[in-house]
C-alpha cells in the first residue's frame, strides 16, 4: 500500500459521489426519514417506569442504516468497476489491490460518519433519544457497521456479473442479519441453531455493542469486545475481497 | 534494433477454445507496431498478454525485458481497453489527473497537457458520462497516455474519430515513439496501417505476417494493403491445405 496513491484514490471516489448530487441527498436523508417513520410507530408510553421502545428499537437502526446502505452502495460501484473495464486498467497501473480496498472502505466510511452524526442528531435531539452511555459510541458502532458494509460489498461484489444480481445479495446477506440480530427477537429466546447462526454474524456484535451502550453509562467490555469483533469481520471481508481482485484473467 | 517486446510461442485458450496457437513475434523499441486482424482473430488477447491481465497457456511474453505483468513494469506500461474505461460520473480533466496520481512524478500539468493532446480541451470540465461516443474514447485514451509510458498498448484507439483528428492522433503516436516509448495500436483501419513502422496481421489466432508495410506489399505484389493482405491469407491457406 502506497499512502499517495491510497489517498488519491480516496480523494476519486469521494469526488464521484460529489458528482452525484441525489446520491448525497438520499445517503443522508434516507435514514432520517426511516428514523421518523419508527418514531411515529411506537409512541410515547409515557409512563415513568416503561422506556419507550424507539430507545431500543431506533438505537439499533442507526447500526443498521449505514450497514446496509453502504453494503448496497459498494457492491454497486465495485461491480462498475469491473463492468466497465476500470478495474482492469488500474490493475495495470502501480495502484495496489490495498490501495483500492482501502480507499473504498475510507472514503464511504468517511461518508458513513456524516450520515452517522446527522441520523444520530435527529434521533436524539428531535426524537429524545435515550441511551445511558456516550453518544460518541453509538456514531462510532454505526461507522464500524458501515464500514463492514462496505467490506462486505466489496467481497459480495466478486460474485456479481450484473446489477440486478449484485442487489440480489442484499436480501441474502443483509436481511439473515437483521433477522438474527436480536432486534425482533431476543438471541436467549432463538432456537439453539437459530442462535448458532446467529453468533456468525457480524451484526449480532454490532447490535449488541449498541445495546450495551443504551444500559451502561461507561463502555464496556463486552462493548469493546463486540465493537472488537466487528472490526476483525472488516479485516477477513477485505482480505477476502483482495483474494477476489486477479491482475491476471482467462 | 532493440527488442521491447518479445513473444515466444504464446498459446492461450478463453474457455475451452484456443484464442492464440503458439505466436511469436518481436517488437522494437521507439516504433509504432499495428496489429491488423479481423474481429475475433486474437489481436485483444495478444494485447491483453502483453499488458501482463491475461492468463496464459503456455509460451512467454517478455516487455523492457521482465516478463509480461512484472510489477516493475506497471509503472512504465499504458493501456487502452477497447470499451472505454474511464469513470463516468468525473470530469475528463479528474480522470485524466487520477489517472495520473497514479504514477511517481507525473505532474498534474501533463494530465492537462495530454486531454488538450487528444482534442479535448474544451470538455475538460464536462463529466464523461455526458460525452460522445468519440469523445469518450479520446478521454479513455488521455488516461493510458497519461504516464508517458515507455510502453503503450492502445486497442483500437481511433474507432469512431474524425479524419482530422484521427490524423492528429497518429501524430501524437510518432511523437512518442520518437521519444522512445514502443507503441502497439490494433486497429481496422487499412490507412492507418501504412502509417505504422511495422504491421503484424493476425488470423485466427496464428501470425500471418510481420513486417514493414513495404515488405508486406512487396512480397504480395500488391500496392493495397488490403489487396496484399488478401494475397498472403491465401498464400498461407493454400500452403496449409
Redesign the interface.
Known sequence: MKP??LG??IQ?IL??LR??RRTVGLLLVVPVLLLTLLYYMFPDPKLPLVPPVFDRVGLVMLGIFPFVIMFLITSIAMLRERT???L????????GKLDLLFGYGIAFGFAAAIQAAIASAVAYWLFDLDTAGAKGLVILIAIANAVLGVALGLFCSAFARTEFQAVQFMPVVVVPQILLCGLFVAREEMAGWLQAISNVLPMTYAVEALQEVGKNADPTGLMWRDLGIVAGCVVVALVLAAATLR???? | METAIEVKDLVV???KKPVLHGLSCQIPRGSVTGLLGPSGSGKTTLMRAI?????VKSGTVTVLGKPA?DKEL??R?G?L?Q?????????VR?NAR??A????GVPKSQADEIVADVGLADQANQ?VGTLSGGQLSRASLA??MVSKPDVLVLDEPTVGQDPVLRDELWKRFRDLANAGSTLLVSSHVMDEANRCDRLLLIREGRLIADATPAAVKAEAGHDDLDEAFLTLIRAREKAVV
Open positions: 499517495r496513491i488519491n484514490t476519486r469526488r464521484q458528482h452525484d466497465t473495464g476500470t482492469e486498467r488500474l490493475l495495470t497501473t502501480p495502484l491482475r491476471r484473467t482467462a | 485458450h478463453r474457455g499488458v501482463g491481465v491475461q492468463i505483468g506497471r509503472r506500461i493501456y481497453t470499451a472505454p474505461s474511464v469513470y463516468a460520473d468525473l470530469t479528474e487520477y489517472f496520481s497514479l504514477y511517481d463529466l488516461c493510458a
